[in-house]
């Protein structure tokens, strides 16, 4: 059998994806689907980091805060994407991986602080790292920790699973005459404005020279596909 492409990689996970078809909120039969794919790629020996992000259940309360400040907006946004860590972490737990929430903001009784050594050496020891709550500062996103956090634990490669299968010419939800790209560099990404990731990730990245693959996570078998290497998503690189 073929080797993994990557020893170590960053996951970063839209929250948006684990509502599976819910409005809002943790769909059961997404996140164990996730999970499954998870699974796998940590069986293969692969060093696996996530960073999850918080719009599932953001979206749920957006209503609400409306007209707030945008920096509390935001710490109610970091404090969803903690939640999200702990139903992964336990979904794992379930199917024999484990899996170590780290968070950004202090809420030491209910998950560990982000503490880089720890979190290398629960990646050395094969434990799943989850990170939660982005960056632990407002007006950042879960893909600029997921850019972060990357960096920081030398992650070969951030893969970016989300709700279309890769870098489009523009929002393909929105111009159905969009088309893919197989490969495109960060200063293009970020030129053209292209609004699959934010600006910041994409400078973060570039800078690190960290190469980010963004591939859908509904289609069946796309992340162990990214993983061995073989032709799936989109590259964006230097
Ligand atoms: N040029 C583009 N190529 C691909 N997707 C794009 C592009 N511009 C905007 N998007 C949108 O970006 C989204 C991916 O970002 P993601 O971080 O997973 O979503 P969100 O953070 O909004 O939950 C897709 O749902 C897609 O509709
Ligand atoms: O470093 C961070 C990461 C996240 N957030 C907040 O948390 C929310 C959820 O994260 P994100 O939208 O990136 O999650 P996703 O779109 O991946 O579900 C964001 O809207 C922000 O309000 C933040 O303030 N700082």
Known sequence: MSKPAYKRVLLKLSGEALMGDDPYGINRSTIERMVADVAEVAQLGVELAIVIGGGNIFRGVAPGAQGMDRATADYMGMLATVMNALALADAMRHVGITARVMSAIGIEQVVEPYVRPKALQYLEEGKVVVFAAGTGNPFFTTDTAAALRGSEISAEIVLKATKVDGVYTADPKKDPNATLFHT???????????????????????????????????????????????????????
Do not use: N, W, Y
């Open 184 to 238: 495109i560099t960060f200063d293009e990404a970020i030129a053209k404005h292209l609004q699959v990731m934010d600006a910041t990730a994409f400078a973060l990245c570039r800078d690190q020279k960290l190469p980010i693959k963004v591939f859908s996570i509904t289609k069946p078998g796309a992340l162990m596909r990214v993983i061995m290497g073989e032709d799936e998503g989109t590259l964006v690189h230097v």
